[in-house]
Nanobody, 133 residues
Framework: QVQLQESGGGSVPSGGSLRLSCVAS????????TGWFRQPPGEEREAKER????????????HVRGSLKDRFTVYQDTAKNTIYLDMNSLKPEDTAMYYC??????????????????????WGQGTMVTVFA
């Protein structure tokens, strides 16, 4: 049974930092990707429509959304079954619920875009990040 549990969210001033953790179990890291997604408060959208932030692919390689690369880092500690998202120089527009999810994925090498399985239905409960000015 797939289990994903996020933690580490909080309220920080603009320019601050946070480290989010996702404890993940019940699936093979060498087959499935684990990604971080976010959804701003008040925005209604299906889970699959959440904004992708970062991914650890099945080869263990990290990928961060282009617009966030200079501030966010994603990495994995397999011994702890945990995927981390380090967020620095946070901005108010980073305010969102942050979720981790797992499914099959592949990266389009031409566009750099990460494509996920149509199902993408294994999600954690999320952790809230609030950045105030």
């Amino acid at each position: 049974q797939v289990q994903l549990q996020e933690s580490g969210g909080g309220s920080v001033p603009s320019g601050g930092s946070l480290r989010l953790s996702c404890v993940a179990s019940g699936y093979d890291y060498h087959t499935y990707c684990t990604g971080w997604f976010r959804q701003p408060p008040g925005e209604e959208r299906e889970a699959k429509e959440r904004e992708g932030v970062a991914v650890i692919d099945r080869d263990g390689r990290p990928h961060v959304r282009g617009s966030l690369k200079d501030r966010f880092t994603v990495y994995q500690d397999t011994a702890k079954n945990t995927i981390y998202l380090d967020m620095n120089s946070l901005k108010p527009e980073d305010t969102a619920m942050y979720y981790c999810a797992t499914d099959l994925c592949y990266r389009n090498e031409t566009s750099g875009k990460m494509n996920w399985s149509d199902s993408l239905d294994a999600w954690g409960q999320g952790t809230m990040v609030t950045v105030f000015a």
